[in-house]
């Protein structure tokens, strides 16, 4: 008909994809254009899932492992991870002020 615009959905982020057009009557179908490259903007990625305790705890570290977050078509630079230290002190449960922050390359 007189249709000449669509919305395509769904489409991957970060993705080069080719569009290819052609015109038909009936069961008679036109040549297609040549193939119009375009890729789709690029966002954030997933959150990761949380982290899990590898072996056991020491007094003074721990080992923590995750599954790497679905990228959406963009490379994951690195991670940071952030935590911050609870206290306990007689019966008052409070968060201490110090939170750490590091940046996993």
Do not use: M
């Amino acid at each position: 008909g007189d249709a000449n615009e669509i919305t395509l959905k769904d489409l991957k982020p970060a993705t080069e994809y080719h569009l290819k057009v052609c015109a038909c009557i009936d069961s008679c179908k036109g040549e297609y254009i040549y193939p119009v490259p375009f890729t789709t903007e690029q966002c954030e990625p997933d959150r990761p899932l949380p982290p899990k305790l590898l072996g056991s705890r020491l007094k003074n570290s721990l080992t923590l492992k995750w599954t790497a977050a679905n990228d959406n078509g963009s490379k994951i630079l690195n991670y940071i991870l952030e935590y911050d230290e609870v206290c306990y002190i007689f019966i008052f449960l409070f968060r201490c002020v110090a939170v750490k922050i590091f940046t996993i390359i």
